[in-house]
Structure formats: structure tokens, C-alpha cells
């Protein structure tokens, strides 16, 4: 496929999917998924066509492998539509399931079940647009919705000039559509107290399942999947652990978010029964994060944790506190951060990460107003340095990325969609926070549903979120990952109109 026809096909899928995200015609909405998701779907084709060969030259085969799959969204797809509520439940329990494959010739990890997911339901809402069936969508919140659309719109635009477009075509027709359109099928659901409490089941018991495997990895000292972290493993101090992740900051990154958003229902939790269960599992799920050993995921599970307090006691003390709590949190990443003997410089503490940070902002100030293009980081980061390495050179600081991939214009459409996804989460929010003055009686015991249920849920949601997003920073991966369009998705919809 050409690097032209790769570009079109990215400005083109990014449109029709912000078109789905922005209709409130349901038949529009139906008609930009479904596009949206063709067309990524033959962008990735046409970047691992080769890798095709072996199966394409048995055409019976081929033919056969093609129909089975759209057996299987057509199955997926009637499934739900005759079970409406089973969507949603699907997709939170596919976001973490990564099957490693080979693309245009280096290995990737890829959220096939995820994808799947995500297909059946374009299908079987399309299906009920086209027939008038079905239960009638919820709204998509626009200000946040369109933040998003013109991220990922200018994201396609500037692959045009990026140093790498495969690798900019492969972000779009593997993350950004998909999970946009993900976003489409999570916002307009009609979240009730009983489907947050599926969700947040669903969610915790895979969260146990990781961690209970992690904690054996650590015990038995044995890892699966990544023979560099096996290595990595065996001149460190310590045993890091992945479970059924490749990356341990992607399994550490997940078990935190799954215990801030379990501590926010602990902590309007008065049942003791209840109280005792969920600190069961949540003493588990930080056994699991703890031997993950990422920084950042531990970083991440305080800055949740810091937004409960705030949320739930006292905005004012948990401010007061916060600043001794940073500098307890960086003397102990100092003091216990290097790997060896010999790791006690910030570059060595950080994994490597501040000469990656360095190097991308001096991509930056080169070309300030535009960037590099996108998804050239790891290219022009060599270019610049001068690095021989096949190894993958990627910030692990999204804002710096978007700096020197995307320039100012970047930067400030990924700070508009920060400030569209705060303003829609915390819409209302003083109404049922105490922290914020509201009264304790605001929410009432989570045993007891209805809106009590809605107000936890919204508050575990921003804790969430802006866990994430601090662990972006320190180790990015923000629209490219599925928990942030996720966490907006429900958000957004249990957020009041404006």
C-alpha cells in the first residue's frame, strides 16, 4: 500500500468515526462506525499483506478463514442485539487480553478480542439503526466528543509528513479508530446501578486473576511471554513480574486503575461484610501491582487514591498533605529506584526515560509549530541521537511525544481534550461530593443502588481518570490506549447534560 493511499485512508477513517461520534441521527451515527471501522480494517490488511502471503497462496483456505470471521461478528452480532445490556459487559471484559502477532515484520500485541467486541457491536447497532429496533442510544456528550474527534483528525492529517506513515497508519487502523468507536458503543449505553455493578465485577475479578498470577510468577520465579524482561530480569535485584501481560507497566498500569475505582466504592462501603470482601481484594490486587515493580503504576494508584480522599473527606487536607506525600514518594523512588549497584543516577532510576524525555523536547524546539508528524518519535529520536539499536525508542512522557510529533498545534488540542474530558466528568460533581461542601448524605450507601450507585460510579470514574492520566505522563500511551477512551466513555455518559 502506498504511504499516499495510507494517508487518505487515515484522514478517512478518523472522519467517519468523528462524524459517528458527533450525529445525533442514529443512522448517520450507524453509517460512520460502520465505514470507520472498514476502512481501518483495510489499512491494517494492507500493512501486513505479506505477512498474508503464506495464507493467501491456499486460497481455500483464506476464503475459508474470511468467512469464518464474519460468521463470528454475525453470530457476535445477534447475540447483541438480542441481549442489549451483554455489550457493554464485553467490552470492559476484553480491554486488557493482548495476543501477540507479527506486523510488517516486528512483533505486536494486539486487543483481538477487544476488536472483535467492538465489531459485533458496530454490526448490531447498525443493524437496529437500519430497522428502527432496538433500544434507543443514549447521548454522546459533544464538547468531550468533539475534543476527541479533532485529536484523532489531526492525528491523521500530520501522518502526511511523519518520517514513519506505516507506523502512524498501523496507531490508527489498530487504536485510534477502533477505540474511538468503542467510545461510540460504551457512551450511548444507559448505564444502570446494576450494569456498573456487573462492570465493576467483571473488571475486579480479572484484576484478581492477574494479580494471583503475577504473585506466582514471583513466587516460582517464572515469567510468560517476554524474553527481554526475562533477561532484564536476571541482572536487576529484584523479579519483575508481568502475569498475562508482555509489558509489567501495562499490568501495573491496569491493576491500579482497577483499585482506585474498587477503594472509591470501599469508601462509601458501611457493610462490614462488604468492607472485609473488597479490602480482601484489594490487598491482593496490590500484592499483584507490587511485584510488577512500576514506578509509575504505584505513582499512579496515589494520585487515584489522593482524588478519592479529595472527593470523599476534604478537598482542603488532602491538599495540605499531598506535598508531603510527593516528596515521601520521590525520596523512596531515589533511595530504592536503581536496578543494580551501580543505578543511582536520574537516568538509571528512570529506566533510560529522562535521556528519551531530553532528546524529545530537543525534537520539539526543531520543529516547534508542527512536529515531526505523527508517530515519528522513535525514528527521529535516532536520526538525532545517532542510535544504531532496533530497539524501540518511544518518550514514555506523552506530552512530550505530542510535542515533538505534533508541535504547538498538537499540544494544544491534547490539552483541549484534557480540559473537555475534566469539564465533562466533573460536571455537577459538587452536588455529590463532601469534599466539595456537598452534604455526607449525598451518597448513601452504595447496598442500596439508584442514584447512590451513579454518584460513586462518576466519582470512581474521575479518580480513574486522573490516575491514568498521570501514569501517561510518566509512561504515555493516552488515546493509543483503550482504558482512557473506556473511563471517558462512561464517564461522559453518566455525566449531567449541559
Given amino acids: 500500500m502506498s504511504e499516499a493511499l495510507q494517508v487518505v485512508g487515515c484522514v478517512a477513517a478518523t472522519a467517519a468515526v468523528s462524524a459517528a461520534m458527533l450525529s445525533g441521527d442514529r443512522r448517520l451515527r450507524a453509517a460512520g462506525l460502520v465505514a470507520a471501522l472498514a476502512i481501518a480494517a483495510a489499512l491494517v490488511i494492507g500493512e501486513g499483506w505479506d505477512e498474508l502471503e503464506p495464507l493467501r497462496d491456499r486460497t481455500a483456505l483464506f ?50 478480542p477487544l476488536y472483535v467486541v467492538i465489531g459485533g457491536g458496530a454490526l448490531a447497532f447498525a443493524a437496529d439503526a437500519v430497522r428502527g429496533k432496538g433500544p434507543e442510544p443514549g447521548r454522546i456528550p459533544r464538547l468531550l466528543a468533539g475534543a476527541l474527534a479533532a485529536a484523532i483528525v489531526l492525528y491523521a492529517v500530520q501522518a502526511s509528513y511523519s518520517e514513519d506513515i506505516g507506523f502512524a497508519t498501523r496507531n490508527v487502523g489498530f487504536f485510534l479508530v477502533p477505540f474511538a468507536a468503542m467510545f461510540v458503543l460504551l457512551a450511548q449505553v444507559r448505564w444502570s446501578p446494576r450494569l456498573l455493578a456487573g462492570s465493576l465485577g467483571v473488571l475486579a475479578g480479572e484484576s484478581l486473576v492477574f494479580a494471583l498470577v503475577g504473585i506466582g510468577q514471583h513466587v516460582v520465579g517464572e515469567i510468560f511471554w517476554n524474553p527481554v524482561l526475562e533477561r532484564s530480569n536476571d541482572f536487576h535485584f529484584y523479579f519483575r513480574v508481568n502475569s498475562l501481560f508482555w509489558d509489567p507497566n501495562i499490568y501495573g498500569r491496569y491493576l491500579a486503575l482497577a483499585a482506585v475505582l474498587l477503594a472509591a466504592l470501599l469508601a462509601w462501603t458501611r457493610d462490614p461484610r462488604r468492607i472485609a470482601v473488597l479490602a480482601a481484594v484489594l490487598a491482593v490486587i496490590f500484592a499483584g501491582l507490587a511485584v510488577s ?105 506523552e506530552p512530550v511525544a505530542v510535542a515533538a510529533e505534533q508541535g504547538a498545534v498538537g499540544l494544544v488540542v491534547y490539552l483541549g481534550v484534557l480540559a473537555a474530558a475534566f469539564v465533562t466528568l466533573l460536571a455537577g460533581v459538587r452536588r455529590i461530593a463532601p469534599g466539595l461542601g456537598a452534604p455526607a448524605s449525598a451518597v448513601a450507601n452504595p447496598a442500596e443502588g439508584g442514584s447512590s450507585a451513579t454518584a460513586i460510579a462518576r466519582i470512581a470514574v474521575i479518580a480513574a481518570f486522573a490516575a491514568l492520566l498521570v501514569h501517561t505522563i510518566g509512561y504515555a500511551g493516552y488515546l493509543t490506549d483503550p482504558l482512557t477512551w473506556a473511563l471517558l466513555a462512561i464517564g461522559g455518559a453518566l455525566a449531567p447534560p449541559r
Avoid at 442489549?84 to 506486523?103: G, N, S, Y
Fill in 63 to 112: 476464503v475459508a478463514a474470511i468467512l469464518a470471521g464474519a460468521a463470528l461478528l454475525g453470530g457476535l452480532a445477534t447475540a447483541l442485539r438480542r441481549w442489549p445490556w451483554l455489550l457493554p459487559l464485553l467490552l470492559v471484559a476484553a480491554l486488557p487480553f493482548r495476543i501477540p502477532i507479527d506486523v510488517d515484520g516486528s512483533d505486536a500485541n494486539l486487543l483481538l
Fill in 293 to 397: 515493580f512500576s514506578q509509575t503504576s504505584l505513582v499512579t494508584l496515589l494520585a487515584g487514591l489522593t482524588v478519592i480522599c479529595a472527593l470523599r473527606w476534604s478537598l482542603r487536607w488532602t491538599a495540605i498533605a499531598l506535598p508531603f506525600a510527593i516528596v515521601a514518594v520521590l525520596a523512596a523512588i531515589l533511595v530504592l529506584g536503581g536496578t543494580s549497584a551501580a543505578e543511582d543516577e536520574a537516568d538509571e532510576v528512570s529506566s533510560g526515560r529522562s535521556t528519551l524525555i531530553e532528546g524529545g523536547i530537543d525534537l520539539a524546539r526543531a520543529e516547534p509549530l508542527i512536529g515531526h508528524g505523527s508517530a515519528s518519535f522513535p525514528e527521529a529520536f535516532r536520526e538525532q541521537e545517532d542510535v544504531r539499536s532496533n530497539r524501540p525508542a518511544i518518550s514514555h512522557t
